[in-house]
């Protein structure tokens, strides 16, 4: 759930553009909010199952979680076609320390 954080703070980058630089594409940031949202519904749809139906549900939908994080641990791209998920890896063990997303607003913002 901590990935909740992020929606307040990519939806005032996407409504700010002045606050990004010229060279990132416009939508760069709205993009970005389809992660966190799918995480939470999917942690929503856990609780529910795992409390209505049966906990191993939850566990299944939880371990898909962790691994659908894993997966798109550098974010979610814009193309032309519409937006898709890419990964080019992390480091073990360094990925609640800083996460990429934190680094890509540093990167994009103007000085």
Request: with cysteine; hydrophobic share 50%; glycine share 8%.
């Amino acid at each position: 759930m901590m990935s909740a954080a992020w929606l307040p703070v990519f939806y005032h980058i996407d409504c700010n553009p002045k606050l990004v630089k010229e060279s990132v594409p416009a939508g760069t940031f709205a993009v970005q909010l389809r992660r966190p949202v799918l995480g939470i519904l999917f942690y929503i749809i856990a609780a529910i199952l795992g409390r209505f139906v049966h906990p191993i549900a939850a566990v299944i939908i939880f371990i898909f979680v962790v691994a659908y994080y894993a997966w798109t641990s550098q974010g979610i791209r814009s193309t032309g076609r519409g937006a898709q998920m890419y990964r080019i890896g992390h480091a073990p063990g360094a990925f609640d320390l800083l996460h990429i997303e934190q680094l890509n607003l540093f990167r994009h913002a103007k000085s």
